[in-house]
């Protein structure tokens, strides 16, 4: 069985950081891809940064150079380091794991998913 749970999220002003993390917990084999999602109520979920167990990244383009994700594979532990937060970036975050390294951001190419983080920013 594999359970995600995300944690770090909060509420903070435009310009600041967060940092989010996200424990995994079951079979090495359910997070060869492992990513990070967000949503806006009434919008469909979107990928923002996934990183697979070579290390290979990606980062949907409104995050490039303001987000980095990281995974600490001996803790089973993944973050989101978001530094320059916009007011655009107010979602709810979600963990995502995978048994696939497809490269893909789109919510559908995984399989396994936390409960959600919600991040606020305001002005």
């Known amino acids: 069985q594999v359970q995600l749970m995300e944690s770090g999220g909060g509420s903070v002003q435009a310009g600041s950081s967060l940092r989010l993390s996200c424990t995994f917990s079951g079979d090495p084999e359910y997070r060869e891809s492992m990513g990070w999602f967000r949503q806006v109520p009434g919008q469909e979920r979107e990928g923002v940064a996934i990183?697979?167990?070579?290390?290979?990244?990606r980062y949907a383009n409104a995050v490039k150079g303001r987000f980095t994700i990281s995974r600490d594979s001996a803790n089973n532990i993944l973050y989101l380091q978001m530094n320059s937060l916009l007011l655009e970036d107010s979602a709810m975050y979600y963990c995502a794991a995978s048994t696939r390294a497809s490269g893909s951001l789109f919510p559908s190419s995984f399989g396994f998913w936390g409960r959600g983080a919600q991040v606020t920013v305001s002005l």
């Open positions: 990183v697979d167990n070579s290390g290979a990244s």
